[in-house]
């Protein structure tokens, strides 16, 4: 590779950069893609790490654009060229990068093989020590890659069955990737790679093959190939995976894809787009799945119909802010079990019930600024969730800043807050559970959760746990009851629990609590 021209393309947008890398032969023509960048920033960060001879860069970019791309390309790196493209319309821009050194610049509507490669060569030509790259036969190897990139990115790709026989003797193929941007440490990146490559080495000592792909930035991508039964080997795989987030310390944030078994090789970007994709954006919805696979997933629920969001806003009209709130907030729990939701459907819904109820309120006259200060932020967060539970806790959040404006957190006006403290101390003998009042007040779960937080300045359990340890000091104090006895009446099964409870509410333990009672009381 080191004999080609390397060459850095920037773009922001995905498809004209597949649309360029997939314009040429490019190594047969002596030049090589080093790699991509969506914007100038990026594109300056790949500059220092992998020193391309040309970079063809786009002009209007986020972040960063080309314009100041070139600039502080040539003030850096002096020795590297640049080609820009640009549509008719922004030449003023490209006659500004002439005067910081560019090489060239294409028309986009011009961009077309023949004259690319020419303006490749008459850049190269000016690259000291470089001059005209000189086309190099292709390996086997890198037939084979070029041909799986041009699958993957949707293209159709030549190659004989002879090489893929001779790269890939057996069967079956099978794709396994992992998403690594979601990982941050770079440390933890490359213990992925290795983790994945010892495995794999493991794998292919046993009559099977595999290939590393370069062809998703950010995705660690394996083309496998092996001769059948698989089920063995699927099954002692997904157990190695398993473990690799635990020993990395990133047990909720790294999701191996297993795509399903196929026969031809060229049916490999189908399968990738129709059956590695979809299971990828599963992990939106399974986030305690660190391997997904179409054979190991858990079963679908029943679907749910969709919220009339008509009808909730009519319930907010009504005043009857608790029951339009746990009721969207249980059909979204629904909505995220069913892991075949599309993600955009589902944050859309979210943000759709964020505006409508802000909007709503203002119109009841509520005092709606905080909630029109935050509602950018939560809509921002919410799309940049990585997991539709996270999207979920950001909708809690809102739903108390909404509750807090209607004064349902004033209990002395909140009936229902109020018989929900009486049942508790009328019950707090029996096995209490979150679930059950719920249930018992027509509340969802998770709602009841937030929605008691936000009332009472402590969690369910908090609260549960404090009316019980002061039933029990009165019990210690005014009875000659064991502590067993005590803890199984105010609602412990367990005594040791009882007393950790008890001790940490306190400061002592219920016979020092006792003891101290009753030397208080002699004293007196």
């Known amino acids: 590779?080191?004999?080609?021209?390397?060459?850095?393309?920037?773009?922001?947008?995905?498809?004209?950069?597949?649309?360029?890398?997939?314009?040429?032969?490019?190594?047969?023509?002596?030049?090589?893609i080093v790699g991509e960048a969506s914007n100038g920033l990026e594109a300056l960060e790949l500059v220092e790490e992998l020193q391309p001879h040309i970079v063809i860069t786009d002009i209007v970019m986020p972040i960063m654009d080309g314009e100041k791309l070139v600039r502080l390309v040539k003030e850096r790196y002096p020795a590297i060229e640049v080609i820009v493209l640009s549509s008719f319309s922004e030449f003023d821009y490209v006659r500004s990068t002439f005067q910081n050194g560019v090489a060239d610049y294409i028309l986009k509507p011009k961009l077309e093989a023949e004259y690319l490669l020419s303006i490749l060569h008459k850049t190269a030509a000016k690259i000291e020590g470089l001059g005209i790259p000189v086309k190099e036969e292709r390996s086997e190897e890198t037939q084979i890659a070029q041909a799986i990139d041009k699958m993957i990115s949707g293209y159709e790709a030549e190659i004989t069955t002879e090489i893929i026989r001779r790269r890939f003797p057996y069967l079956k193929f099978l794709l396994l990737g992992v998403d690594l941007n979601p990982v941050k440490d770079k440390l933890g990146?490359?213990?992925?790679?290795?983790?994945?490559?010892?495995?794999?080495?493991?794998?292919?000592?046993g009559q099977a093959e595999y290939m590393k792909l370069e062809s998703v930035p950010g995705t660690l991508l394996y083309l496998l190939n092996a001769d059948d039964p698989w089920a063995e080997r699927i099954e002692q795989l997904i157990?190695?995976?398993?473990?690799?987030?635990?020993?990395?310390?990133?047990?909720?944030?790294?999701?191996?894809?297993?795509?399903?078994?196929?026969?031809?090789?060229?049916?490999?970007?189908?399968?990738?787009?129709?059956?590695?994709?979809?299971?990828?954006?599963?992990?939106?919805?399974?986030?305690?799945?660190?391997?997904?696979?179409?054979?190991?997933?858990?079963?679908?629920?029943?679907?749910?119909?969709?919220?009339?969001?008509a009808e909730l806003i009519e319930g907010l009209k009504r005043k009857q802010f608790q029951k339009s709130f746990s009721s969207f907030l249980e059909h979204i729990h629904e909505k995220s079990i069913d892991y075949e939701t599309d993600i955009f459907e589902f944050k859309s819904l979210l943000g759709n019930f964020i505006f409508n109820v802000t909007n709503t309120l203002s119109k009841l006259k509520f005092e709606t600024e905080p909630l029109e200060k935050r509602k950018y932020d939560y809509f921002r967060k919410i799309d940049q969730a990585v997991y539709a539970r996270d999207a979920i806790q950001y909708i809690e959040e809102f739903i108390q800043e909404a509750e807090i404006i209607t004064r349902e957190t004033d209990t002395s006006t909140n009936p229902s807050f109020y018989r929900l403290l009486n049942y508790i101390q009328e019950h707090y003998?029996?096995?209490?559970?979150?679930?059950?009042?719920?249930?018992?007040?027509?509340?969802?779960?998770?709602?009841?959760?937030?929605?008691?937080?936000?009332?009472?300045?402590?969690?369910?359990?908090?609260?549960?746990?404090?009316?019980?340890?002061?039933?029990?000091?009165?019990?210690?104090?005014?009875?000659?009851?064991?502590?067993?006895?005590?803890?199984d009446r105010v609602g412990y099964s367990d005594q040791s629990y009882f007393t950790k409870v008890f001790k940490k509410m306190t400061g002592v333990s219920p016979s020092q609590y006792r003891k101290e009672q009753v030397q208080e009381n002699q004293n007196i």
């Not at 490359?190 to 794999?200: A, D, T, V």
């Not at 490999?268 to 919805?285: C, D, M, P, T, V």
């Not at 096995?431 to 937030?450: D, G, M, R, W």
């Not at 340890?469 to 005590?486: C, D, F, G």
Request: aromatic content about 12%.
């Open 1 to 32: 590779m080191r004999s080609l021209c390397r060459v850095l393309i920037v773009d922001d947008e995905m498809l004209v950069r597949q649309g360029i890398k997939h314009l040429l032969d490019w190594e047969q023509a002596g030049y090589y």
């Open 189 to 205: 990146k490359k213990q992925i790679e290795k983790s994945l490559s010892q495995y794999l080495h493991l794998l292919q000592s």
């Open 239 to 309: 157990h190695n995976l398993s473990r690799i987030p635990k020993e990395i310390e990133q047990a909720e944030t790294v999701h191996f894809i297993i795509s399903n078994r196929f026969e031809d090789f060229c049916q490999l970007g189908n399968i990738y787009s129709k059956q590695y994709e979809r299971l990828k954006r599963y992990s939106f919805y399974l986030p305690t799945y660190p391997v997904l696979e179409v054979d190991h997933l858990p079963a679908l629920p029943a679907r749910t119909s969709a919220i009339d969001m």
């Open 429 to 487: 003998a029996e096995p209490i559970t979150l679930t059950e009042v719920a249930k018992k007040f027509h509340f969802n779960a998770s709602y009841l959760s937030s929605y008691f937080s936000a009332n009472n300045n402590e969690g369910f359990s908090e609260y549960v746990n404090k009316v019980r340890v002061e039933k029990a000091k009165e019990m210690l104090v005014e009875t000659e009851e064991s502590i067993s006895e005590i803890s």
